[in-house]
DNA sequence: TGACAATAGGTGTGATAACACGTATTCTGG
DNA sequence: CCAGAATACGTGTTATCACACCTATTGTCA
């Protein structure tokens, strides 16, 4: 029998390996959910990623952290965490600051606006879980999880 | 105790919800494979997308497919097919042609280069599977597969 | 102490993604 | 038949990504 993402994908031959066919199940089931976040996300003008900064510096008050920081925290990695930075901070979402003790620092912190912001975006944010993932009971939730954390954790 | 996630995350708060976890770990788990897959890709100049568009290609030979087939088999939708199979077809991977029947339609084929260049990646592909999934068992591979299905087909 | 490595952050640039809009061809119903 | 919808594909434009390289500050050790 023809597997379900075989089938999604209109694939005629069946896919070489378990494990090819896991690496793409988790590149497609990632992609539909971070399509319907960024939709969600697309009235208020901020990017899924932008939305992850800003629960980190939430997160972190009211210390701050610096774009390193920032950088290694995010869920999915960007290259370019200073323009990241540069485009909420023109929103005034973010404020940053330089001159700690280590001069080589820039401290960043999210604002008034910023927490607003998410305070707002919140409760759509858990419509779309509940769309997305509320056809999941708790066990499936956590077995998903589990794997998934096995998977990272390679050696 | 902690979730493995999130001390990934230097999160200090726990999630807000089960469901919030999964989707993040989803999202964080696809980001290391996709990483890993283009590190392996970008030697040979392509992207995990070119890659797939080839592989779909090569799959539907020796009929070829149109434009609009091709975005509808991605693992990953893009909404910019034409320009994407712009640069396949100038790198000669893939080579395009108007003017069956439906004079609309324009067929796009793998050339024998293509279908070289997918030869020459596809072994390291394969190590690239093993070294990502290659500690999870069968079981664990089917469960995994099958979670993410029932994450995809929500009513 | 002072050259050099390490760390933190920024910049320049070309490629790509994302979105709205435009053109050509075919289908469809009165 | 033929006006208009539907389909298939392309283009223009802006923002963002991705990579390499650059500057400033601090740490380290001969």
Redesign the pocket.
Known sequence: MASALQTELKQRKPFKSLKEEAHLSIQRTAALLEHAF?SAL?PHRI?A?QYNVLRILRGSEPDGL????IGARLVRQ???V????D?LEEAKLIA?TRGG??????LTRITRAGLKLLAQVEQRIDDIHDEQLGHLDEPQLRKLISLLEVVRARP
């Not at 610096?66 to 920081?69: A, D, L, M």
């Not at 200073?82 to 930075?85: A, D, H, I, K």
């Open positions: 960024e697309k990017t990623t610096c774009r390193n920081e960007v290259p370019d200073t323009r990241l930075l485009r940053r003790e280590d001069r080589r620092f820039v």
